[in-house]
């Protein structure tokens, strides 16, 4: 698929959600302190926009 979310930490450990288009980040959201609240982004974006798959590149 050409297009899709991931989830990631920064430097000040809170979760962001990237939308990528063949490997390139088009945005990112702010950070979060869950990645529940990441996740919830990411659902109010894809109900506006085409579906992508979610990729979580953070570990627990």
């Known amino acids: ?26 945005f990112w959201t702010e950070g979060y302190t869950s990645k529940a609240s990441a996740k919830n982004a990411i659902e109010s974006i894809k109900k506006n926009g085409p ?3 979610v990729v979580d ?3 627990g």
């Open 1 to 26: 698929m050409a297009h899709r979310f991931e989830i990631r930490q920064n430097k000040a450990g809170e979760y962001v959600a990237y939308f990528l288009y063949n490997s390139e980040t088009m």
């Open 51 to 53: 579906p992508a798959d």
């Open 57 to 59: 590149t953070t570990t």
